[in-house]
C-alpha cells in the first residue's frame, strides 16, 4: 500500500488523541497544572511572560498562553480547559512521533507494538489528559530524537539536524532540567551516525539548542523580576537537592523502582529488558543510546528530594521502544510465542490499562479538591483564614478563603520560622479573624512533628468537620483520596 507507512501513525495518534480527550481532566488535578493555568492566563491578558517555581518553564507557558488565545476565540474562556488540551493535544503529537522514532530503530511490526504500549501507560496517559509541561516536553523529545535519526541519511542531513537542535532547544525552553539529563544521550546519538560527524556538527548541534532555550530564559533575567527570579530558583534548588545520606539515598531507590514496577507491572518490565537484549544480540546501533536514554534519567532521580512517577516519562521511552522489540519478537516466533505476546499484551491491559482509564474517567466527570474548597467555603465563616500547605492556591481561589502561610519542610523547619509564623497567626486571632487548618495543614511537610507538635502546644486545635480529598503528589497514576479534617485554632 502506497501510504501505509503514515496511515498507521495517524491512526494510532487519531486513537490517542481521542481516548485523551475522552478523559480530560475536569479540573487542574494537581497544583502545577493550576499554576501553570494561572501564569498562562496572566501572560495572555499582559502580555509579560510570568515564571514558576523552578527553572520557570518559560515556554510551557507561552504555549498554555497560546491555547487560552485559541479557546477564547471560541468563547471558551476557562484556562484550566486550555492548559489541559494542551497536554491533549501535545501527548497524543508524541505518540505519533514516537511511532517514528520506533519504526526508524526497530521495525514496522515492533513500532506498532512499542506505540500502542507506550500511548497505554498510566504515567503517559496520566500526564496526558491534564496541563503540565510533561506532555510538552515529550512531544519536543520525541520530535528532536526523530529529526537527528533521519539525519544520519544524507538527504539534507544539515537541515534536518538543525530542525533536532531546534526541537532540542525548545525542549530545554520548557523543562530545562530534562534537557540537562538528556545531553548525554543525544550526545551519544550523534556519535553513532552512519556518516562521520565531524565535532564542528556536533558543536553547531548543541550551541543551536542552547540558543533557542536561552531565548526563553533572557525574560526572567534581563528585567526588573531577575533578582526575584533568582531568588526563588535558589529556594528551588534547595528543596530538589538535599544533603544526602545513606538512608535518603535508599528510600529514593526504593521508591522510584516501586513507580517503575507499577507503571510497567513486573511482566512488562521483564519485555523491556528482554527487548534490549535483543537489541544487543543484533548489534542494533542504537542500544547504546536507548540504554543511556533510559539509565542517566532515571538514576538522577534518585538525587532528588522529590522523587515523583513523573520523573519515569522520559525513562518510559526507550523501554517502551524495547518492550515493541520484544513483542514483534516473540509474534513472529510460531503459535505458542505469538500467543505469549497476545497473552502479554492483555496483561498488561487489563491490570495496568484498565484501571488507569476508570481512575481518569473519575477525574473526568469529577474534581474533588475543587468540591472539597467548596466545601470549605460553605462550612467556614466569610471572614476566616485558612492555614494549609501547597494547596493553599487551591482554597484561595476556590474556596474564597484568606490564607495564612505556614514555613513548610521536608527535612527542618527553624525555631525563626516557627516564631515568625507565630507572630502572623497571633496578629489574626488577635483582630478577631476566626483561622482554620486542615489535617493536611496540620501534619504533612512537618519534620520530626516539629510544626505539629509547635500549634499543638501553643493553640486549642477543634475538630470543625471532614471533606473529601483527592493528593496528587504521588502521580496522576495514583488514585489517594481520603476524608481532609478541618479544624478550628483558636488561642489556649
Not at 169 to 198: C, E, H, N, V, W
Not at 210 to 239: C, G, H, K, N, W
Not at 244 to 258: A, L, M, N, P, Q
Request: hydrophobic share 45%; glycine share 6%; proline share 4%.
Amino acid at each position: 500500500m502506497r501510504y501505509k507507512h503514515i496511515i498507521i501513525p495517524c491512526i494510532l495518534l487519531l486513537g490517542s488523541f481521542i481516548l485523551r480527550l475522552l478523559l480530560i481532566s475536569k479540573g487542574p488535578f494537581s497544583i502545577d497544572c493550576f499554576d501553570l493555568a494561572l501564569k498562562a492566563e496572566k501572560t495572555y491578558s499582559s502580555g509579560q511572560l510570568q515564571y514558576m517555581f523552578g527553572p520557570g518553564y518559560p515556554f510551557a507557558i507561552i504555549l498554555g498562553a497560546m491555547f487560552i488565545w485559541l479557546f477564547n476565540a471560541f468563547n471558551i474562556s476557562s484556562p484550566i480547559f486550555a492548559v489541559n488540551m494542551m497536554s491533549v493535544v501535545t501527548g497524543s503529537l508524541a505518540v505519533f512521533f514516537f511511532y517514528r522514532i520506533s519504526e526508524s530503530i526497530t521495525d514496522q511490526k515492533s513500532a506498532i507494538f512499542g506505540t500502542v504500549l507506550f500511548s497505554l501507560n498510566p504515567i503517559v496517559l496520566g500526564y496526558s489528559v491534564y496541563g503540565t509541561s510533561n506532555a510538552p516536553t515529550l512531544l519536543w523529545l520525541c520530535v528532536s530524537v526523530y529529526f537527528l535519526i533521519i539525519s544520519r541519511e544524507n538527504k539534507d542531513s544539515l537541515k534536518n539536524l538543525l530542525l533536532s537542535a531546534v526541537f532540542f532547544g525548545l525542549l530545554g525552553g520548557t523543562r530545562l532540567q530534562d534537557m540537562i539529563f538528556l545531553s548525554i544521550p543525544i550526545a551519544s546519538l550523534l556519535f553513532i551516525s552512519k556518516k562521520a560527524y565531524r565535532i564542528r556538527r556536533i558543536f553547531v548541534f548543541f550551541l543551536t539548542a542552547v540558543s533557542v532555550s536561552i531565548l526563553f530564559y533572557l525574560p526572567f533575567v534581563l528585567t526588573d523580576m531577575r533578582i526575584e527570579y533568582l531568588s526563588q530558583l535558589t529556594r528551588f534548588r534547595a528543596l530538589n537537592v538535599p544533603t544526602y545520606s545513606w538512608d535518603f539515598t535508599k528510600e529514593s531507590f526504593f521508591k522510584i523502582h516501586i513507580y517503575l514496577l507499577n507503571a510497567l507491572l513486573p511482566i512488562g518490565l521483564i519485555t523491556s529488558l528482554y527487548g534490549l537484549f535483543i537489541l544487543v544480540r543484533n548489534k542494533n546501533p542504537f542500544t547504546l543510546f536507548l540504554l543511556l536514554w533510559f539509565f542517566i534519567p532515571f538514576e538522577i532521580t534518585i538525587r532528588f528530594a522529590t522523587t515523583y512517577s513523573r520523573y519515569l516519562l522520559i525513562p518510559i521511552v526507550p523501554l517502551s521502544i524495547a518492550a515493541g522489540a520484544c513483542l514483534s519478537y516473540l509474534f513472529s516466533k510460531g503459535r505458542i510465542f505469538k500467543m505469549a505476546s497476545i497473552l502479554i499484551l492483555c496483561r498488561i491491559f487489563y491490570f495496568s490499562f484498565l484501571p488507569m482509564y476508570k481512575l481518569l474517567d473519575f477525574r473526568h466527570h469529577r474534581s474533588v479538591i475543587i468540591e472539597y474548597c467548596k466545601w470549605i467555603n460553605g462550612i467556614t465563616e466569610k471572614n476566616a483564614f485558612m492555614i494549609s500547605c501547597d494547596d493553599r492556591s487551591f482554597i484561595n481561589h476556590y474556596g474564597d478563603r484568606e490564607i495564612i502561610s505556614r514555613p513548610m519542610d521536608s527535612f527542618h523547619i527553624s525555631r525563626e520560622q516557627l516564631e515568625e509564623f507565630k507572630t502572623r497567626l497571633d496578629e489574626k486571632l488577635e483582630e478577631g479573624y476566626p483561622v482554620y487548618i486542615t489535617a493536611i495543614g496540620l501534619y504533612d511537610y512537618s519534620p520530626n512533628g516539629e510544626f505539629t507538635s509547635f500549634m499543638e502546644l501553643h493553640y486549642r486545635i477543634k475538630y470543625a468537620g471532614k471533606g473529601l480529598y483527592e493528593d496528587w503528589h504521588s502521580g496522576a497514576e495514583d488514585r489517594r483520596i481520603f476524608y481532609n479534617s478541618l479544624y478550628k485554632v483558636t488561642k489556649k
